[in-house]
């Protein structure tokens, strides 16, 4: 009961404000404690694992949002929540632990987003729901892991011929 009373009070602070940014870059990125270690004295605590961490629901139940940063999270996931965000126009990931399996379809709901920055990820092809959102006009993709590893000139364009536009109109 507690974790669902804090959950609300988040979420009234972020919705009173009526914010339209939110820059949360390395908020979430974790060192989480290690009790699994015993030394002679007791428990050996090590810092510094980065092991992913949750992003609280809240986040996404704030109606005017239109940039979302989430750079720098140790992220492997993106939550099916951010669907809720309806107006959101850029949202940044660059630099987290995001495979193909980990952008849910949900993001197709935000159809306003004009500009997506995946870089530096764990990404082999762009996500398929890319392809339902039609306001989508550039993607940032510089920096994934095996990304078109079998397209011999990937690895000969500068990094603007990494920043993909969607909508030659």
Same mark, same amino acid.
């Given at each position: 009961?507690?974790?669902?009373?804090?959950?609300? #009070?988040?979420? $009234?602070?972020?919705?009173?404000?009526?914010?339209?940014?939110?820059?949360?870059?390395?908020?979430?990125?974790?060192?989480?404690?290690?009790?699994?270690s015993?030394s002679?004295?007791g428990?050996?605590?090590q810092l510094?694992?980065?092991?992913?961490?949750? *992003? %609280?629901?809240?986040?996404?139940?704030? %109606?005017?949002?239109?940039?979302?940063?989430?750079?720098n +999270? +140790?992220?492997?996931?993106? %939550?099916p929540?951010? =669907?809720?965000?309806?107006?959101?126009?850029?949202?940044?990931?660059?630099n +987290?632990? #995001?495979?193909?399996?980990? *952008?849910?379809y949900?993001?197709?709901?935000?159809?306003? #987003?004009?500009?997506?920055?995946?870089?530096?990820?764990?990404?082999?092809?762009? %996500?398929?729901?890319?392809?339902?959102?039609p306001?989508?006009?550039?993607?940032?993709?510089?920096?994934n892991h $095996?990304?078109?590893?079998s397209?011999?000139?990937?690895?000969?364009?500068d990094?603007? =011929?990494?920043? #993909?536009p969607?909508?030659? +109109?």
């Open positions: 009961r507690l974790l669902v009373e804090e959950e609300d #009070l988040l979420v $009234n602070y972020l919705q009173s404000f009526k914010l339209t940014e939110l820059y949360l870059d390395t908020t979430f990125r974790s060192s989480n404690l290690d009790f699994d015993v002679n004295n428990t050996t605590i510094g694992h980065n092991l992913p961490f949750k *992003i %609280p629901n809240a986040i996404f139940r704030c %109606p005017s949002v239109k940039v979302l940063s989430l750079k +999270n +140790n992220l492997d996931h993106l %939550p929540d951010i =669907g809720r965000l309806a107006k959101l126009q850029k949202l940044y990931l660059t +987290n632990r #995001l495979q193909n399996g980990s *952008i849910p949900t993001l197709a709901f935000c159809r306003q #987003l004009q500009e997506l920055y995946l870089d530096d990820n764990l990404l082999d092809a762009l %996500p398929s729901v890319l392809l339902r959102i306001s989508l006009t550039t993607v940032h993709r510089h920096g $095996n990304y078109f590893k397209t011999f000139m990937w690895y000969h364009t990094v603007t =011929g990494r920043i #993909l969607t909508n030659t +109109n």
